[in-house]
């Protein structure tokens, strides 16, 4: 009788577990050591043990109060976390396509290798985030704030920044072709080896940034920003004889 009564009462608990809506996240039995962590964001201790960044549950207010698990690998696809606050959010290598981001806090969290591609993004706070080889392909960056973050290599073909702030951000070695960045400022940042062909820079800032090696054919240059700080696809400062920046 008494195994029947431990038995029952451990159905009755999985059953709990179950009615968490995870969707677009995951399971609470994918947690380390086989016990799951239900600690809501940022105070669970995340699966890989790193303690830099932030896990656990979330629950956002915007597309059905919707819950979802925050952790490195996570499955967020298609997943709602409108002004969601994300700040040192575990995130590296999550599938966040054609999520909606927008207006939410990720500063300092962890993008690496994520696959954000067709995501919305419009007016988050990115600054400081790790986005080294992350794909943002078609995401809308619009009015986003991605100043000091790390783009190295990342992919952002045909994404839209219109007014995004790129300042002090190092966007070496990234796949920025046919990007929008109308009234982007791009002070001081870091675009060594970047493909910024058929790119819209239009009013850009581009005062300080470092363009070496940068390919900017078929590039729309009109009305940008420059400065005796910026420094040409072919190694020479803007304004000194023999550059090669085009504005």
């Known amino acids: 009788m008494k195994a029947l009564f431990i038995t029952l009462i451990s159905i009755l608990l999985l059953t709990a577990c179950s009615d968490s809506d ?7 039995e994918e947690q380390s050591g086989g016990e799951p962590d239900t600690k809501p964001f940022p105070e669970a201790k995340c699966p890989d043990g790193n303690t830099q960044y932030k896990c656990g549950w979330i629950t956002s207010t915007e597309g059905g109060n919707k819950s979802y698990y925050i952790k490195t690998g996570a499955d967020l696809s298609q997943a ?11 995130l590296r290598n999550a599938d966040l396509r054609y999520a909606d981001l927008g207006n939410a806090d990720l500063r300092y969290a962890d993008l ?26 078609d995401v809308d960056l619009t009015g986003a704030d991605l100043g000091h973050a790390d783009l190295r290599y990342a ?3 045909g994404a839209w920044l219109a007014g ?15 990007v929008t960045l109308r009234d982007a400022n791009l002070g001081n940042a870091n675009l060594s080896n970047a493909n910024l062909s058929n790119a ?23 009305n940008v920003t420059a400065d005796d700080y910026t420094t040409c696809p072919n190694g020479i400062n803007r304004g000194t004889a023999g550059d090669d920046c085009g504005f």
């Open 164 to 178: 995004a702030n790129l300042r002090d951000t190092n966007l070496s070695g990234a796949n920025l072709h046919y």
């Open 112 to 137: 690496k290798d994520a696959a954000l591609g067709n995501a919305w993004l419009n007016y988050a706070l990115l600054s400081y985030a790790n986005l080294r080889n992350a794909k943002l392909n």
């Open 80 to 90: 709602s976390l409108r002004n969601a606050d994300l700040g040192n959010a575990s």
């Open 155 to 157: 992919n952002l073909t």
């Open 22 to 28: 995870t969707s677009g996240g995951v399971t609470m």
């Open 200 to 222: 819209n820079l239009t009013d850009a800032d581009l005062s300080g940034a470092y363009l070496h090696s940068a390919n900017l054919t078929s590039a729309t240059l009109s």
